[in-house]
């Protein structure tokens, strides 16, 4: 093995023991929501307002039982804005109904979408607009709520005087290797937003989750609003940016036991549904800088492979403690890292074999946006060099 190679598989093997010492580490520091408000004493009365917002784009499937949950809530000053954004199947009629059958939800139906704008980021900015709460939820229509999760989240925020909370919801998935691929996108999530850190005291970091960001309606005041995000396809990072810019305290908690959503079907639903999203925040639309992350990240995914391979095969010591290690930090990682069942474990372990369909993902995402000059979403086309000007998150 040269040197060039050998300096190439101990550096690797290395970021390999940072990787997974910085996700053990962010997993212990991460809060559940149930387990901290359950520390907390009650709030005094009254309770504060919220305003739920939510776009719905051909949601029929899911939308129904997802907004009966959040009518189903123990919270007692409840408003759901939901936006139908010019949906062609049942979303509209259903909105409807459910609007006539419960005043707290307003419908708000788009027939047409204006120029330089994504759609989802129009419909939530027809939500605030309309919103009368104290406190504001952006939300997606196929998120489903446990009964108290609206109040243990209110509970959280007045106590630990925030303005912002982000939300990791539980997922449904259909299949096992559907849940190796998007266990892998999550620890990805973890390690490039830095998530852990954002609790911390004066922290400089941002997170956002589309699934659930609460926000404190004066702190969205101080912030431009959607017009800034408006042709930002990670609009749930683009929110959270942007409080952090206005000087919200943002915080960030798992909540796998109190939201589920069905997010992907399958996992080649999940190559269609991440197109838009992994070509612009890690390359910013560049063909160059994805190769290199590519690059780099089949390179660190090789590295103890092949340090295995040849500590055995030459007998070298140096070699096969530096696979050594990073398989038993694997292992670890795997076993102390899991919300779920512990027999779920085995998913986390494949977390490298995940981790290389995600670059596979970052390959077709950014060949597609290349090819079309722009990217595809829910029907409409949008320009690459308008998505490039309207960029806000990058990482």
Same mark, same amino acid.
């Not at 979303?91 to 139906?109: E, K, M, S, Y």
């Not at 104290?134 to 630990?160: E, G, K, M, N």
């Given at each position: 093995?040269?040197?060039?190679?050998?300096?190439?598989?101990?550096?690797?093997?290395?970021?390999?023991?940072?990787?997974?010492?910085?996700?053990?580490?962010?997993?212990?520091?991460?809060?559940?929501?149930?387990?901290?408000?359950?520390?907390?004493?009650?709030?005094?009365?009254?309770?504060?307002?919220?305003?739920?917002?939510?776009?719905?784009?051909?949601?029929?499937?899911?939308?129904?039982?997802?907004?009966?949950?959040?009518?189903?809530?123990?919270?007692?000053?409840?408003? $759901?804005?939901?936006?139908?954004?010019?949906?062609?199947?049942?979303?509209?009629?259903?909105?409807?109904?459910?609007?006539?059958?419960?005043?707290?939800?307003?419908?708000?139906?788009?027939?047409? $979408?204006?120029?330089?704008?994504?759609?989802?980021?129009?419909?939530?900015?027809?939500?605030?607009?309309?919103?009368?709460?104290?406190?504001?939820?952006?939300?997606?229509?196929?998120?489903?709520?446990?009964?108290?999760?609206?109040?243990?989240?209110?509970?959280?925020?007045?106590?630990?005087?925030?303005?912002?909370?982000?939300?990791?919801?539980?997922? $449904?998935?259909?299949?096992?290797?559907?849940?190796?691929?998007?266990?892998?996108?999550?620890?990805?999530?973890?390690?490039?937003?830095?998530?852990?850190?954002?609790?911390?005291?004066?922290?400089?970091?941002?997170?956002?989750?589309?699934?659930?960001?609460?926000?404190?309606?004066?702190?969205?005041?101080?912030?431009?609003?959607?017009?800034?995000?408006?042709?930002?396809?990670?609009?749930?990072?683009?929110?959270?940016?942007?409080?952090?810019?206005?000087?919200?305290?943002?915080?960030?908690?798992?909540?796998?036991?109190?939201?589920?959503?069905?997010?992907?079907?399958?996992?080649?639903?999940?190559?269609?549904?991440?197109?838009?999203?992994?070509?612009?925040?890690?390359?910013?639309?560049?063909?160059?800088?994805?190769?290199?992350?590519?690059?780099?990240?089949?390179?660190?995914?090789?590295?103890?492979?092949?340090?295995? #391979?040849?500590?055995?095969?030459?007998?070298?010591?140096?070699?096969?403690?530096?696979?050594?290690?990073?398989?038993?930090?694997?292992?670890?990682?795997?076993?102390?890292?899991?919300?779920?069942?512990?027999?779920?474990?085995?998913?986390?372990?494949?977390?490298?074999?995940?981790?290389?369909?995600?670059?596979?993902?970052?390959?077709?995402?950014?060949?597609?946006?290349?090819?079309?000059?722009?990217?595809? #979403?829910?029907?409409?086309?949008?320009?690459?060099?308008?998505?490039?000007?309207?960029?806000?998150?990058?990482?």
């Amino acid at each position: 093995m040269t040197i060039l190679v050998a300096t190439c598989v101990v550096v690797c093997c290395t970021l390999w023991l940072m990787i997974y010492g910085y996700l053990i580490w962010s997993h212990a520091r991460l809060p559940l929501l149930q387990r901290q408000v359950a520390k907390l004493p009650p709030l005094p009365q009254p309770w504060p307002t919220l305003s739920v917002i939510i776009p719905a784009c051909n949601e029929a499937e899911h939308l129904e039982t997802a907004l009966r949950s959040l009518l189903a809530q123990d919270y007692p000053a409840l408003e $759901l804005i939901v936006v139908n954004d010019r949906s062609t199947d049942a979303t509209g009629a259903i909105l409807d109904a459910l609007a006539r059958q419960d005043a707290r939800v307003r419908a708000v139906h788009i027939d047409a $979408l204006p120029a330089g704008w994504l759609g989802k980021v129009h419909a939530q900015h027809q939500g605030v607009q309309r919103a009368s709460g104290d406190w504001l939820l952006f939300s997606d229509a196929d998120v489903h709520f446990s009964p108290a999760a609206l109040r243990q989240a209110i509970t959280y925020v007045q106590h630990q005087h925030v303005d912002h909370l982000a939300l990791l919801p539980g997922m $449904l998935l259909q299949s096992f290797w559907l849940d190796v691929c998007v266990r892998a996108f999550a620890q990805l999530f973890l390690l490039f937003t830095r998530a852990a850190e954002v609790n911390q005291p004066h922290s400089r970091r941002y997170i956002g989750v589309g699934a659930f960001n609460l926000v404190r309606a004066a702190a969205w005041q101080r912030t431009p609003g959607f017009e800034w995000l408006r042709l930002e396809p990670g609009d749930d990072m683009g929110l959270g940016l942007m409080l952090q810019r206005a000087g919200a305290v943002s915080h960030f908690a798992i909540a796998t036991e109190d939201l589920s959503v069905p997010w992907y079907p399958s996992v080649g639903a999940m190559f269609r549904g991440l197109e838009k999203n992994l070509f612009g925040p890690g390359a910013q639309y560049q063909w160059w800088r994805l190769l290199l992350q590519v690059a780099g990240l089949w390179l660190l995914l090789g590295a103890p492979l092949l340090a295995l #391979w040849y500590g055995v095969s030459h007998f070298a010591w140096l070699y096969l403690v530096a696979a050594s290690c990073v398989f038993v930090l694997q292992l670890i990682f795997a076993w102390v890292c899991t919300y779920e069942r512990r027999s779920e474990s085995i998913r986390l372990l494949l977390f490298p074999l995940g981790l290389l369909v995600i670059t596979l993902m970052m390959l077709r995402a950014g060949y597609k946006c290349l090819r079309n000059g722009g990217i595809e #979403w829910r029907g409409t086309h949008y320009p690459l060099a308008q998505l490039r000007q309207g960029q806000r998150v990058k990482f």
